[in-house]
C-alpha cells in the first residue's frame, strides 16, 4: 500500500485538528512500514495500540469542543466517530489475536473513512469552532 500523507486540501486551518488529522496518517504509514520492511508482528499491534489510544484521543479533542460551543449535530457526528472507534478497537484486537493480518482492504478502508470524514464531516464545526477562537 502506497503510503499517505494529509493532503493540503484537506486542512481545516485549525492547527490543534490539522496536526491530529496529520498524525492519523503518520500512524498508517508507521504501520505499513512495521509490515513490510520488518515482517514484524508486534511493532505493527504496538502502531494499532496507539492507533486505538489516537482514535479515543483525536474524537474526544473534536466533541470537547463541540460540546463547549453547542454543535447543533454533534449526535450525528459523535455517532460516527464511535462506529469508526469500534472497527479500529476490533481491527487491533483481531490482529492480536492472530486472526488477521495487515491487508489492504482493511487499510484502504480505514484511510478512506478518515479521508472522507476529513472532507465531509469536520469542516461543518470549523466555522463554529473558529467564530469561538479557536485557531
Ligand atoms: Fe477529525
Ligand atoms: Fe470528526
Redo the contacts with the bound molecule.
Sequence with gaps: METKELAPGLC?GIEV?DG??AR?FELMNRMVASDTLDGNRELVAEVLAEMVAYVHD??Q??EELMERFEYPDMMAHVVK?AQFAAIVENFHEKYVNEEIGLDDEVMGYLVEW?TE??RV??PKYVELFKANGVV
Design positions: 481545516l485538528i491530529q488529522h492519523f483525536h474524537f479533542t473534536e466517530h478518515f470524514h476529513i464531516e469536520d
